[in-house]
């Protein structure tokens, strides 16, 4: 079957460093989304990786190893608007979405 | 660019009526919209794939002539929750498909249905 699995949730201080990881199984495989969402609000697009390595925007960045099934997403410099569920969603060999069951991000002063 | 609207933000309806929800892509055409809800605390369950001029696709378990979709242009989706009943309130969410290399979905602020 299809699966993703990231952790329920983490708890880190305003300014530090995060890492919010993300295994994923599917049929086929056409890369990896990161997105966030706020309470009561839909998501937002953070990050697309379809090949291995590193991809870095501004104080986020997201990584990809394919042959692990592996994702991360990497934030910087926490600011408390940072607190939200992360979203880790994988597109199988038909397009389709997989979602992952989302990170609460709990940031503290 | 890329953005998506949906209307009502949130409806309150009583057990029985239906709702419509519409999403709207605002400066690009949409071929594909999905469907989405989502509950407290959980992901998004994707219901159903709306394709402009054809049935929609829905997921296994999601009753079509609960959840009629219709996707008669380019720009607009419907979802119409007939008879609604309690346990259909949640967050419902659409988005549509872009025309980037890599099928990226641009989402819509969400629709917050309370059946009461």
């Known amino acids: 079957g299809q699966n993703i699995d990231q952790p329920t949730e983490m708890t880190a201080t305003e300014g530090a460093i995060v890492q919010i990881n993300c295994t994923y199984q599917?049929?086929?495989?056409?890369?990896l989304f990161w997105y966030q969402q706020h309470a009561g609000e839909a998501p937002t697009f953070l990050s697309y990786?379809?090949l291995d390595g590193l991809e870095e925007k501004g104080r986020f960045s997201s990584f990809l190893s394919r042959s692990k099934g592996y994702s991360y997403l990497l934030l910087k410099e926490l600011q408390m608007k940072d607190s939200a569920s992360y979203l880790c969603a994988a597109l199988d060999s038909n397009y389709q979405l997989i979602w992952g069951a989302g990170t609460k991000l709990i940031i503290k002063p | 660019g890329a953005v998506v609207s949906q209307h009502p933000s949130w409806v309150i309806c009583k057990s029985g009526t239906s709702v419509k929800i519409e999403c709207r892509s605002l400066d690009f055409q949409a071929t594909t919209m999905f469907w989405y809800r989502q509950f407290p605390k959980q992901s998004l369950m994707l219901m159903a794939t709306?394709?402009?001029?054809?049935?929609?696709?829905?997921e296994q378990g999601v009753e079509k002539d609960k959840f009629l979709i219709n996707h008669a242009s380019l720009t607009l989706s419907t979802l119409t929750v007939t008879s609604a009943h309690p346990e259909d309130s949640s967050f419902y969410i659409c988005s549509a498909l872009g025309t980037s290399d890599y099928n990226e979905q641009f989402f819509g602020p969400g629709t917050r249905l309370t059946v009461l």
């Open positions: 990786n379809v």
């Open positions: 599917t049929s086929g495989f056409n890369g």
């Open positions: 709306s394709n402009e001029g054809s049935k929609a696709t829905y």
